[in-house]
């Protein structure tokens, strides 16, 4: 992908099996209907630039790629308009999914259950407005490395309603390295930032603001103080970093 710079329709599920890439190049609009989403089994590669980023999107959608689907201003995007992207292991082999400078607009949630590497860089995930369910969002499960770095995630200010957003969710299942630094997330419900290892875990300069839970909660099995370094939070129900686990060096607080 992209063929000819033309937006590419998803008009139901796409399957990626375990022993396939699916590759795409920058500047690639993908839009999806209301069934469709990835599978992922084997590879996801997104490789936008700044420059050129790559749009996973709603069909919806008329701000990349055109009026896709023919009706004028008649129906906007919102917030599950498609599944998303889900890895999961399908055999012996768990999947690797790395995404940079992409925005995934619109979706269900991407979901990452297993996974031999998760690499999401400079990229954008958009809620939209809404209801229903728990949109948008990271969610992470693996156990090879995992970098969640310099992203943006924007969920939807909690009007009293049923219109939950999540945040980064990252559980490592091994001790490789295991980084979330540079993002940004705002408007999450539950806890914005969550991360777990039973090794050493990286947890720098992100920023948190207007969600309606905990702004970080981190549980590392050899926490590394000079790791956890220039995170903030404003405007959330509880501005604090949460901390639990084992320390692997000592710790002067403040």
């Known amino acids: ?16 099996p375990l022993a396939d890439t699916l590759g795409i190049a920058a500047g690639t609009v993908l839009k999806f209907d209301p069934s469709a989403g990835l599978n992922i089994y084997g590879h ?17 959608d008329d701000s990349v790629g055109g009026d896709t689907n023919g009706d004028g201003r008649a129906s906007r995007p ?10 999961s292991t399908n055999g012996n082999t768990a999947p690797s ?32 407005p809404g209801y229903g369910g728990s949109f948008g969002g990271i969610s992470v499960q693996a156990s090879g ?45 539950g806890t914005a930032i969550q991360v777990y290892s ?3 875990i990286t947890v720098k300069s992100n920023t948190v603001s207007g969600g309606t839970g905990r702004a ?3 549980n590392s099995g050899a926490l590394s103080p000079a790791n956890i370094t220039g995170n903030t939070s404003s405007g959330d129900d ?10 692997a060096a000592s710790w002067a607080l403040p």
Not at 1 to 16: E, K, M, S
Not at 78 to 87: K, T, V
Not at 238 to 247: A, I, K, P, R
């Open 97 to 128: 999914v790395s995404l940079a400078y992409t925005t995934v607009a619109y979706d269900a949630s991407v979901s990452v259950s297993s996974a031999t590497s998760v690499a999401l860089t400079n990229s954008t995930f958009l809620r939209g």
């Open 145 to 189: 490395t995992i970098n969640i770095a310099n992203n943006v995630i924007t969920g939807l200010a909690y009007s009293g309603t049923n219109d939950y957003s999540q945040g980064i969710t990252v559980s490592q299942g091994g001790t490789a390295a295991t980084t979330v630094s540079g993002n940004t997330v705002q408007n999450a419900d």
């Open 1 to 16: 992908l992209p063929y000819a710079g033309l937006p590419v329709v998803f008009d139901g599920q796409l399957t990626v």
């Open 198 to 200: 039973p090794g050493s």
């Open 238 to 247: 509880q501005d604090v970093l949460g901390v639990q686990g084992t320390l």
């Open 44 to 60: 996801l590669t997104s490789s936008g630039t700044a420059a050129s980023p790559v749009y996973l999107t709603s069909i919806k």
């Open 216 to 218: 970080y909660d981190l």
């Open 78 to 87: 919102s917030a599950g308009d498609w599944q998303g992207i889900s890895l």
